[in-house]
């Protein structure tokens, strides 16, 4: 038989090593269990691109409930034609008939209780959940923002930019021991909501529709 035609012996046949076909995952930490990654809705591969532990909120803190913004003079702006259509000139969170501003802060603008934060995460629109970069609002419980830790899953959540406007399902919650738990491993999805609910801290998971 020529040796061309020969069929390879089983130790002859190569395989591929371990590392040339596993496949990157969303790694969490330990205190985060893996089914909060978003549901799979993309073809793009999820990848672990965490950059490392992320700082929370200090939900804890108690402070008056009136704003610490100087106040400011407002103009009162022209009345539009009734057929304009007028874009937001704000950012507007939207549950049910519930609402509430936008703005991207710091603990100061949490304690201000005047607002909704964006603490952590890209521009609104550009979130991925399979690449970790995750929106995180978040607000005090006593200043109304208590419906962020435990939204039912389903629940509709709109959110509404001078760019644009997008919408996103709750697809889990997470309640861990404490208020203002470290946030470390548990910002998940392309939106996460944190608040605190009784003694703990609670998380909304979201996904972009």
């Known amino acids: ?12 046949v190569p395989t591929a090593s371990a590392a040339s076909v596993s496949v990157a995952q969303p790694v969490p930490s330990a205190s985060a269990p893996a089914s909060l990654a978003p549901p799979v809705r993309r073809t793009a591969r999820p990848s672990a691109s965490a950059s490392g ?13 009136v704003s610490s913004r100087a106040p400011t003079a407002t103009a009162v702006a022209p009345t539009a034609a009734p057929s304009a259509t007028r874009r937001p000139t704000g950012t507007v969170i939207r549950i049910g008939t ?8 710091g603990q100061d603008e949490v304690d201000a209780c005047k607002d909704a934060v964006q603490w952590a995460g890209p521009m609104i629109g550009t979130e991925d959940g399979y690449e970790m970069r995750t929106v995180v ?17 389903g ?3 709109t959110i509404s930019t001078p760019r644009g406007t997008w919408t996103y ?41």
């Open 53 to 65: 532990p992320v700082r929370g909120p200090d939900l804890t803190r108690r402070v008056p409930l």
């Open 1 to 12: 038989m020529d040796a061309a035609d020969r069929m390879p012996t089983a130790s002859e």
């Open 169 to 209: 399902t709750v697809y889990a919650n997470y309640v861990t021991p404490g208020r203002g738990a470290p946030a470390a491993g548990l910002y998940w999805g392309d939106l996460t909501l944190q608040s605190c609910v009784g003694p703990d801290t609670g998380f909304s998971y979201l996904v972009r529709d």
């Open 137 to 153: 609002i978040v607000g005090h419980d006593y200043c109304g923002f208590d419906l962020f830790a435990t939204l039912r899953v």
């Open 155 to 157: 629940t509709r959540v």
């Open 98 to 105: 519930w609402s509430a501003g936008v703005i991207r802060g």
